[in-house]
C-alpha cells in the first residue's frame, strides 16, 4: 500500500516537474532547467538571468559571495517585485572551512518614527497606510549589505559584479509571461501611486511576453554604486532623490536615516536535528530561533516513519507550528531593542514540555495555546536565492521589499520601488499584519528598530559537510516552508528538486487553520485532518522555494520551484 502510494507520488512529481518545464520553455528568455545536475558551482533562483549571472561570476573564478552580490544586483532589475535596491535582508554564510557567520541588511525603522504612527487621532489604523504610502517605507539596507557582504569575503571587483545588472537595466530583457501579466494587473496602482511614468508601465496597450523592459534610471542608480559605492546610494545624488520622493508623500525617511544605515554582523543561530546541524538567521529574524524550535519539537515523533504530506506527519508538524507562531507573537522583536528570550525558546527541556499536552489523534485549539512563559529573562514578495561555488564555500539569501513590488512607489528619477516593510512591525497590538501575523511590545515601532522578519536563509551541515542551502519567500509561511523541506529531504529521503516540488501547508497558530496549496492535498488527508479536529482551507501556492543539496557522490542538485520563473544554473 506504502509502496503504491509512494509509485503514485513520484508520478505525480514527475508530471509537475514536466508540466513546470514544458511552461517556462515558454518563456522567450531562456530555458529553465530544475533539478539540473553540476559539478562545481551553482546558483539557484526566482529569474534564469539571474541565476546565470552569478554562475557566470562563479566560472571567472569568482566566489559564492561574489555569486550571491552579483546574483543579487541583477534580480534588482530582472526581478523588480523582490529583487531590490530599495528593501533589505539577509545572508547566511558557510565556508569550506566551516566558519559561518550571518549579515543583518534589514530596514530600520526612521530616526522620526513612532509607535503609534499608523493611528489615526481615535486611535484606530489607518487603511492601507503601512502598505502603500511612502510612510511604510523602512530605511533601506540591501545595497549596504551587498556591499558589506563583499568588502568582508568577496574576491573579485565589485565593479564586475555590479555590470551585469547595468547592462540588463540599460539594454533591458525579455518580460516572462508571469512578469508581463504582472505589470498589466497592478498599472492602475502604479499609475496611482507614482506622479511620473515608471518602467513597469506601459503608455498604450498591455504587456506582453518577450517585450523588452529597459530601466534607464535604474541603470544610472546602479552606475553611481559602481563608481561611489556606499555613497552611490545612501549620500549625493540617489539619497537626495529618495529623499525629495519621501516628501512628496508623508514619507519619514531622512539624509541622516541614510547617513545612519548599516548592516550588522551577528551571531548565527545554530542547531542540531538528528545529527545534522542547522545554520541560520537570528533576530530581528524569528525565522531561525523558529525552525530550530520547529526541528526540536518534531524531533521525538519519528517524522520519517511516515510518507509525505500524511495525515499524521502533518498533524505532528502542524501541532509544533501552532506553539511556535504563539511564542513568536509574543518574544520575537528586534534584538536590540527587546530582549529575545532565544536561548529559553531554544532549551531543549521547554521544547519537549511544549508539546506535552499533543494529543496524537485531535487537534488542539490555538485559543488554548499560549506563548511559554520564562521566568529569567535574557538582557507577499520576497526572494530568495541559494549559492555553492567549486570550493564549497554557500550563501543563502532571502531578500525583500515585503509584498510583490513593495510599496509599489518608484523613486522618482532614481529608478528603484521603495519598500513597505514598515508593516511587518506589529503596529497596533493585536491587530494583524498583511501575513495575518499579530505581534505585541517585543515588535512595536521604535525609531530606529528593526521590524521582525520571518526570512529563514538556511544552510544544513552534515557530518561537518556542506549538506543543503535553503529559503523561501512567503511572508509568514517562509518558516514553515523551510521546515517542510528539511523534513523532506532529511526524513522522507526526498530529492531536492522533488522536495521543492511537493505540496506544501502552513499553520501559524492564529488564525487557528491548516492552509494547503490548493488542487495538490489528497481527500483523503484533508478528510483525516477534519477528523482530528483541524480546520483546513485551500489557498494559492505556499512559498517560493530555491535549494541546492549536496549529492553524495559531491554533485550537487538544484531544486527550483515549480510555482514561479525560479530557475537553476550551474556548471
Ligand atoms: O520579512 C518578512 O517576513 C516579510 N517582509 C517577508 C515578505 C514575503 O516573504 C513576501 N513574499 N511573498
Known amino acids: 500500500m506504502k509502496m503504491r502510494k509512494t509509485v503514485f507520488f513520484s508520478i505525480f512529481v514527475a508530471l509537475l516537474v514536466i508540466f513546470g518545464c514544458k511552461n517556462i520553455r515558454q518563456q522567450p528568455n531562456h530555458v529553465i532547467k530544475r533539478g539540473m545536475l553540476a559539478d562545481s558551482g551553482m546558483v539557484v533562483s526566482a529569474n534564469a538571468l539571474a541565476s546565470q549571472v552569478g554562475v557566470e561570476i562563479l566560472k ?33 554564510f558557510r565556508f569550506a572551512n566551516g566558519d559561518v557567520a550571518t549579515l543583518d541588511y534589514r530596514e530600520k525603522a526612521p530616526i522620526s518614527a513612532h509607535k503609534d504612527m499608523f493611528l489615526d487621532e481615535k486611535g484606530e489604523v489607518v487603511e492601507d497606510m503601512s502598505m502603500y504610502t511612502r510612510a511604510a517605507s523602512g530605511v533601506p539596507g540591501s545595497v549596504d549589505g551587498m556591499l558589506e557582504a563583499h568588502k568582508k569575503y568577496g574576491k573579485l571587483p565589485l565593479s564586475e559584479l555590479i ?43 498591455k504587456w506582453e511576453a518577450g517585450n523588452l523592459l529597459v530601466q534607464k534610471e535604474l541603470a544610472h542608480t546602479l552606475q553611481l554604486i559602481k563608481e561611489k559605492g556606499r555613497d ?12 525629495a520622493e519621501m516628501k512628496k508623500g508623508n514619507g519619514f525617511i531622512t539624509l541622516e536615516d541614510l547617513k545612519n544605515y ?19 538567521m537570528g533576530p530581528p529574524s524569528s525565522g531561525g530561533i ?54 529559553n525558546l531554544l532549551n531543549n527541556k521547554y521544547l519537549v514540555q511544549r508539546m506535552d499536552d499533543f494529543n496524537p489523534d485531535e487537534a488542539s485549539a490555538s485559543e488554548d495555546i499560549k506563548a511559554g512563559k520564562f521566568a529569567n529573562r535574557e538582557s507577499e514578495e520576497t526572494t530568495h536565492y541559494s549559492v555553492v561555488d567549486k570550493w564549497g564555500n554557500a550563501v543563502s539569501v532571502t531578500t525583500t521589499l515585503n509584498n510583490s513590488y513593495g510599496s509599489r512607489i518608484v523613486v522618482d528619477g532614481a529608478g528603484f520601488l521603495l519598500n513597505n516593510e514598515m508593516d511587518d512591525f506589529s503596529i497596533k497590538a493585536g491587530v494583524p499584519n498583511m501575513y495575518g501575523l499579530i505581534g ?17 536563509p538556511t544552510i544544513v551541515e552534515k557530518r561537518g559537510k556542506l549538506f543543503m542551502v535553503v529559503g523561501s519567500p512567503g511572508g509568514s ?21 522533488e522536495s521543492v516540488s511537493s505540496p506544501r501547508f502552513h499553520h501559524q497558530w492564529q488564525p487557528d487553520k ?58
Open 514 to 571: 491548516i492552509y494547503y496549496e490548493k488542487n495538490r492535498f489528497d481527500t483523503t488527508v484533508l478528510g483525516k485532518l477534519k477528523n482530528m479536529k483541524h480546520r483546513v482551507s485551500e489557498r494559492s501556492p505556499i512559498g517560493r522555494v530555491d535549494a541546492i543539496l549536496v549529492l553524495p557522490n559531491g554533485q550537487l542538485e538544484a531544486g527550483a520551484d515549480i510555482r514561479g520563473d525560479d530557475a537553476a544554473a550551474g556548471y
Open 290 to 343: 523558529a525552525l530550530i524550535q520547529l526541528l526540536k519539537m518534531v524531533a521525538p515523533f519519528g517524522l520519517e516513519k511516515y510518507p509525505v504530506n500524511d495525515a499524521k506527519s502533518m498533524h505532528i508538524m502542524t501541532e509544533a507550528e501552532r506553539r511556535v507562531y504563539a511564542d513568536r507573537a509574543t518574544h520575537l522583536g528586534d534584538a536590540d531593542f527587546y530582549p529575545v528570550p532565544t536561548d
Open 440 to 456: 505585541g511590545k517585543a515588535n512595536a515601532i521604535e525609531s530606529q528598530k528593526r521590524m521582525l522578519s520571518s526570512m529563514t
Open 232 to 243: 552611490g546610494f545612501y549620500a549625493g545624488e540617489t539619497a537626495n532623490k529618495l529623499v
Open 163 to 205: 555590470t551585469p545588472a547595468i547592462k540588463m537595466a540599460e539594454n533591458g530583457f525579455k518580460l516572462s509571461s508571469r512578469q508581463a501579466r504582472q505589470f498589466n494587473r497592478l498599472k492602475k496602482i502604479f499609475v496611482k501611486l507614482n506622479k511620473n511614468r515608471i518602467a513597469f508601465v506601459k503608455n498604450e496597450g
Open 60 to 92: 571567472k573564478g569568482g566566489n559564492a559571495v561574489d555569486a550571491a552580490v552579483a546574483t543579487g544586483f541583477a534580480l534588482s532589475v530582472c526581478y523588480p517585485n523582490a529583487g531590490n535596491l530599495g528593501g533589505g535582508g539577509f545572508m547566511v
Open 262 to 280: 548599516h548592516s550588522v554582523w551577528r551571531k548565527p543561530i545554530v542547531g542540531s536535528y538528528k545529527g545534522y546541524k542547522i545554520i541560520t
Open 477 to 497: 509561511t517562509i518558516i514553515t516552508s523551510v521546515f517542510q523541506n528539511i523534513i523532506n529531504v532529511i526524513d522522507k529521503g526526498l530529492g531536492m528538486q
